[in-house]
T-cell receptor, first 115, second 114 residues
């Protein structure tokens, strides 16, 4: 158990819909990362938050948005869903600055299926 | 920008045989390199990492990797494969110490033949 909690574990929805994925980082971790894993694209970095502020942005579509709340949990919002958005979405957290460099602790992922 | 290339999307080895998973990196600054493992239906777990210092790093479950700057490589090895090693392995790179994002390779699926 990594200590990172993601909900829901599985989600099935239709094209055009909107979903919210939730992530609770490990206790004490300030950074949250979102990754998308699909068969054709592999693991793609979406976005990173650090203590409530956006730190880095990757290949995140405009239809997607994220935020990190004061209690440090994070939500990834996916809207106007398309078939190609079907993937496993991972959240990861990492220790505060000065901790284990680059070590990310991953949740078990949220599997999104768009029909 | 950094990137990693994993040679071989699928590798099969017999139980007890040597495991060798290849990773080459590209980075304009000194890299920090990682291997992560993903078991079925689970998230990724850190196997080992190289930041500075000794170029041969040991990780969990008997795995080790050697950072070779001249070859821009960070190959993962294990002397004797076990059935429980069957999983997907990802090499990753970042260039900064701290909370910078990792760039992952495309992964290598390791199958162990009984």
């Amino acid at each position: 158990d990594s200590g990172v909690t993601q909900t829901p574990k599985h989600l099935i929805t239709a094209t055009g819909q909107r979903v919210t994925l939730r992530c609770s980082p490990r206790s004490g971790d300030l950074s949250v990362y979102w990754y998308q894993q699909s068969l054709d694209q592999g693991l793609q970095f979406l976005i990173q938050y650090y203590n409530g502020e956006e730190r880095a942005k990757g290949n995140i579509l405009e239809r997607f948005s994220a935020q990190q709340f004061p209690d440090l949990h994070s939500e990834l919002n996916l809207s106007s869903l398309e078939l190609g958005d079907s993937a496993l979405y991972f959240c990861a957290s990492s220790p505060p600055q000065g901790g284990a460099a680059g070590e990310l602790f991953f949740g078990e992922g949220s599997r999104l299926t768009v029909l | 920008a950094q990137s990693v290339t994993q040679l071989g999307s699928h590798v099969s080895v017999s139980e007890g045989a040597l495991v060798l998973l290849r990773c080459n990196y590209s980075s304009s600054v000194p890299p920090y390199l990682f291997w992560y493992v993903q078991y079925p239906n689970q998230g990724l777990q850190l196997l080992l990492k190289y930041t500075t210092g000794a170029t041969l790093v040991k990780g969990i479950n008997g795995f080790e990797a050697e950072f070779k700057k001249s070859e821009t490589s960070f190959h993962l090895t294990k002397p004797s494969a076990h059935m429980s090693d069957a999983a997907e392995y990802f090499c990753a790179v970042t260039s900064n110490f701290g909370n910078e994002k990792l760039t992952f390779g495309t992964g290598t699926r390791l199958t162990i033949i009984p």
